[in-house]
């Protein structure tokens, strides 16, 4: 169970536990949202308007109950609605070879939207519309979490890809991503049009983090095993975190095996997932090492293929397990609180899991996994609010004593009359 203190995620420590409903035994459709897959008769001008209807997920949360909830499950996104097919302009008429062989004319099968595929890196802007690089479809899907509504940055459209990972997003909406393919970092201005590159040391770039009050941008390489510091204003490289040309065999503080996941807290020190070698390291901004915690393992506060690291509002250390597919949260003193996931598709269970990142602006956290194409969106219930919910409770606790107080006894059997 996850006894949590009222005001200490951190006092929440011990075994992790998760539940899912009976509705889990439904089909998860994989369309954004989690929308049904009836076929909307509705023309798609109209259908587009609102929102579709979405399964309610809202009992499911952990811990247990009766504990009081700090995570909670909110939604998924994987595609464009199921409404959202591009109509044909024109009915092609069938020869006779087409009508042998059954196939259908254009207006019978349109051409139905992208989905996602191999979803990676992840960023969140100004308006909290959620960004998802897809390296195998090569596009940058942003869902609007409210709407459920779908925006593509599409290669050879809007911008160049090769492989896209890794995202950050500036306080100006501007969008870093990392390609591999193209052995650079590419900036984009908040309308989506190319604004900058970065190649300067840079060799095969992963994921991204930005420490927005010290103004720097953080890029994990995992051919150079090392985290490139980059001037996040002058796109000028500041400084190499790491030593370089051992090919992953390093294992001492400080250095790493194909680090990946990146995320900066609220004092500016950088957290790395340092995968090969099963743990997380901490430096300072200035780059100094802190300290480094886990080891390979499956029990509580181990690590197989750790690949993406968040940091919630509270200060809380969220770890992406990737051979285990769960999630693991730390307290600041790298004390174990909870962990949830496990291998499969219903919601909160995860099929190769690859990056986590926290919009701290409004208490969510997100996943991306691969095998299943799809982006998870989770609500932290931070320390204030578990607080005041441990007070509500009490309230009503001491109120129903009270009431069975001050209630009457139950009068007497009278006896009956001869």
């Known amino acids: 169970m996850f006894d949590v203190h009222p005001t200490r995620f951190a006092s929440a420590c011990g075994k992790g536990a998760w539940f899912l409903l009976l509705m889990l035994a439904l089909t998860v459709p994989a369309l954004a949202g989690g929308g049904s897959k009836k076929k909307s008769t509705a023309p798609a001008a109209d259908t587009t308007a609102q929102a579709p209807k979405v399964i309610d997920y809202s009992n499911i949360v952990w811990p247990n109950p009766p504990a009081i909830a700090r995570i909670k499950y909110e939604a998924f996104f994987a595609a464009q609605q199921i409404s959202q097919v591009e109509p044909a302009t024109k009915t092609k008429k069938q020869n006779w070879m087409d009508r042998l062989?059954?196939?259908?004319?254009?207006?019978?099968?349109?051409?139905?939207?992208?989905?996602?595929?191999?979803?990676?890196?992840?960023?969140?802007?100004?308006?909290?519309?959620?960004?998802?690089?897809?390296?195998?479809?090569?596009?940058?899907?942003?869902?609007?979490?409210?709407?459920?509504?779908v925006e593509l940055?599409?290669?050879?459209?809007?911008?160049?890809?090769?492989?896209?990972?890794?995202?950050?997003?500036?306080?100006?909406?501007?969008?870093?991503?990392?390609?591999?393919?193209?052995?650079?970092?590419?900036?984009l201005n908040s309308k989506h049009e190319r604004e900058d590159v970065i190649t300067q040391g840079v060799v095969e770039p992963s994921m991204l983090a930005l420490d927005k009050d010290n103004r720097l941008l953080y890029v994990s390489d995992t051919s150079l095993d090392q985290v490139l510091v980059y001037d996040a204003d002058t796109l000028k490289l500041k400084r190499t975190i790491g030593t370089s040309g051992h090919n992953h065999e390093l294992t001492d503080p400080g250095n790493f095996a194909k680090?990946?996941?990146?995320?900066?807290?609220?004092?500016?020190?950088?957290?790395?997932?340092?995968?090969?070698?099963?743990?997380?390291?901490?430096?300072?901004?200035?780059?100094?090492?802190?300290?480094?915690?886990?080891?390979?393992?499956d029990g509580p506060g181990y690590f197989a293929r750790?690949?993406?690291?968040?940091?919630?509002?509270?200060?809380?250390?969220?770890?992406?397990?990737?051979?285990?597919?769960?999630?693991?949260?730390?307290?600041?003193?790298?004390?174990?609180?909870?962990?949830?996931?496990?291998?499969?598709?219903?919601?909160?269970?995860?099929?190769?899991?690859?990056?986590?990142?926290?919009?701290?602006?409004?208490?969510?956290?997100?996943?991306?996994?691969?095998?299943?194409?799809?982006?998870?969106?989770?609500?932290?219930?931070?320390?204030?609010?578990a607080e005041q919910l441990q007070k509500e409770r009490d309230a009503t606790h001491q109120k129903k004593a009270e009431d069975r107080k001050a209630a009457p006894a139950p009068a007497a059997d009278a006896k009956p009359q001869g």
Request: charged letters at 20%; aromatic letters at 10%; one cysteine or more.
């Open 259 to 297: 680090p990946t996941g990146l995320a900066v807290d609220k004092d500016g020190n950088l957290y790395v997932a340092d995968t090969m070698n099963n743990r997380i390291e901490e430096f300072d901004a200035d780059g100094q090492f802190i300290r480094a915690w886990g080891k390979n393992g």
């Open 153 to 187: 940055i599409k290669n050879g459209v809007h911008a160049h890809f090769g492989r896209i990972i890794g995202l950050a997003m500036d306080d100006n909406d501007r969008l870093f991503i990392a390609d591999p393919g193209l052995k650079h970092v590419l900036v």
């Open 306 to 385: 750790p690949k993406g690291v968040a940091i919630d509002s509270d200060g809380n250390i969220w770890v992406a397990d990737g051979m285990q597919d769960r999630v693991q949260v730390f307290n600041q003193d790298l004390q174990y609180c909870i962990s949830f996931g496990g291998h499969g598709f219903m919601p909160g269970q995860f099929a190769a899991l690859v990056n986590i990142i926290s919009d701290n602006q409004r208490n969510r956290i997100f996943t991306t996994e691969i095998y299943y194409g799809r982006a998870q969106e989770f609500r932290y219930v931070t320390n204030a609010e």
């Open 101 to 149: 062989a059954g196939t259908q004319t254009e207006q019978e099968h349109p051409h139905v939207l992208f989905q996602l595929d191999q979803p990676y890196g992840m960023a969140v802007d100004s308006k909290g519309q959620l960004y998802v690089a897809d390296t195998k479809v090569g596009a940058i899907f942003i869902f609007n979490t409210e709407t459920r509504m």
